[in-house]
């Protein structure tokens, strides 16, 4: 008896903490729990099964994969617990994801699949065709995604939040596929509602994501910061470790696609404050880490976004834009140290995995200046073919941009300024500032376009801030990227001080935060 009390008091301190997200702990409470000599069956699935989300949502998500597994085995032998099966099936799935393996999930999203068919709970059936369909459009295989939807046919308040939220997510992303922006947006709303009344938090930050990046490639760069900004905030809400970094390095790449550096470069080294490890995170260190780190010259940080085995995870996770993200920030780097014909191989091993292009922007621009002269025409090709939807200025400034680096590449210097002036101007309409900074890289220096100041532009000694040089130097070094207590050893002066010197700061410019300071700089 006093065993069991002792069990019950730990699976209870574990979902004490697992409420409060202190995810690690409540991991050691239930690994306690299930130490105890005379444990039933019935309790060792119960708490064994708490244990596996509780590791899932920690910095090393691999570390519940057994647990998943001990539960799944028994609920497969038990044809009354059906559901429970499809779900740790789901689960496992998700897993699966987070190791980079995108493809190697369809087979347990299948058994779900038949599962939920044999089962005949119409419910069921709704969840596992739409979570295989999920991940069918991860893979670019959009037809057989279509498949799966229509199966599941519609859904309704009876059907559960995370199916819903799946299921409107998947047509919102269709949608957008296809070049209809207002039918995606809808469809996105609709996904959010249902997010909201979710208890799974994971799938209110890929739900957040998702639209952030659906709204980025139709060019709406408000929209997209918005929902970042959302998935961000849930993920850092609800102490998801191993999710934070990953929200904070896409938001980054989005701050730096638009010519915010200083903040990008912010966000990149709150990414690398995190003590997490996952293929999913270094696939996000090398897409949005490389690019920023090259753009400010820190080879300090470079190095930490240069992970071992990051371009395998990228190609065995079967996801073209994983790939071609992947491959172009990888080829930037092998071309910045001198490694032009390792850049070249990378693209094209890129390009032999491609069949569709999914909105890698860095990647065509990569092909056009360091591939091979085979693949260059293939992926324009490709390119050409997203500008025929409807919606398609982001993708057509994108086509003029290729074209401009093909033909510096051919020596055709008339159809190279032409095709950058455009670009350069396509890109300025969408505000997307780092592409007109790429553009004007092609053109001479008389014709260059101005553009608005953005962070790392103009450095508050220019400015007319009212800031002391002490204060400018300090505002200086927190768009690095430094904490109070780097800045102090930089200047060599106290933490105190410098927190002293913020204070100051923030009243001067009206402030309330550092992330504020690209509004003094901006404004």
């Known amino acids: 008896m006093y065993q069991h009390h002792l069990l019950l008091a730990h699976e209870c301190a574990g979902d004490a903490a697992q409420g409060e997200r202190l995810y690690a702990d409540a991991a050691q409470h239930y690994r306690d729990a299930l130490q105890m000599q005379t444990i039933i069956p019935q309790d060792d ?30 609920y497969l032998a038990d044809p009354a617990r059906t559901a429970k099966a499809v779900e740790i099936l789901l689960q496992r799935a998700r897993q699966l994801w987070i190791d980079a393996r995108t493809e190697s999930a369809l ?10 068919e044999r089962d005949g709970d119409a419910r069921l059936r709704k969840m596992a065709n739409s979570r295989m369909a999920n991940y069918l459009i991860g893979l670019s295989r959009f037809n057989e995604a279509r498949s799966f939807l229509h199966v599941v046919g519609d859904v309704d308040e009876n059907d559960n939040a995370a199916t819903r939220s799946t299921y409107y997510t998947q047509l919102a992303l269709l949608a957008a596929e296809l070049g209809d922006a207002g039918e995606a947006y809808v469809y996105f709303e609709q996904a959010v509602n249902a997010a909201k009344k979710d208890v799974d938090f994971v799938n209110i930050v890929n739900v957040w994501g998702a639209y952030g990046s659906c709204a980025g490639s139709l060019g709406d760069t408000e929209l997209s910061k918005t929902c970042m900004e959302r998935a961000l905030l849930v993920s850092r809400q609800y102490h998801i470790t191993w999710s934070i970094p990953v929200c904070c390095l896409g938001y980054s790449g989005l701050l730096f696609n638009i010519g915010q550096y200083g903040r ?28 920023i780190a090259l753009h400010m010259k820190d080879e300090t940080t470079l190095a930490k976004c240069v992970r071992p085995a990051t371009v395998d995870f990228a190609f065995r996770s079967g996801q073209p834009l994983k790939i071609t993200n992947v491959a172009a920030a990888f080829a930037q780097w092998h ?47 490709l390119v050409e073919e997203r500008t025929r939807i409807p919606h398609a200025k982001v993708f057509q400034a994108f086509l003029e941009l290729f074209d ?45 376009m101005k553009r608005t100041s953005v962070i790392g532009d103009k450095p508050f000694t220019d400015m007319q801030t009212g800031l002391t040089m002490r204060e400018q130097q300090i505002a200086e070094l927190v768009l690095r990227g430094l904490t109070n207590r ?18 100051s700061i923030m009243n001067r410019l009206g402030i309330r935060s550092r992330y504020q300071l690209a509004n003094a700089v901006e404004g």
Do not use: C
């Open 335 to 381: 071309v910045a140290h001198g490694r032009e014909r390792e850049a070249a191989l990378l693209l094209h091993h890129a390009v032999d995995q491609l069949y569709y292009w999914h909105g890698s922007w860095d990647f065509p621009n990569a092909v056009a200046q360091y591939g091979l002269p085979a693949d260059i025409s293939r992926v324009r090709k």
């Open 107 to 116: 087979p347990l999203l299948q058994q779900a699949v038949e599962l939920a």
């Open 264 to 291: 990008a470069y912010e966000y990149l080294l709150d990414a690398l404050s995190y003590d997490a490890h996952t293929p999913l995170m270094d696939l996000a260190f090398a897409t949005a880490g490389i690019p």
């Open 404 to 448: 401009a680096f093909v033909a510096r590449r051919q020596g055709d210097d008339a159809k190279m300024r032409t095709d950058a002036t455009n670009a350069a101007k396509q890109f300025m309409a969408l505000g997307w500032h780092a592409y007109v900074d790429l553009a004007r890289t092609l053109l001479p220096v008389e014709v260059k």
């Open 486 to 503: 780097a800045i102090a050893v930089e200047l060599s002066i106290t933490e105190n001080t410098v927190e002293k010197h913020m204070t």
């Open 45 to 74: 699935m119960r708490i064994s099964e708490k244990l596996a989300y509780a590791l899932s949502l920690g910095s090393d998500p691999d570390a519940a994969n057994p647990w998943f597994d001990r539960v799944l085995a028994v």
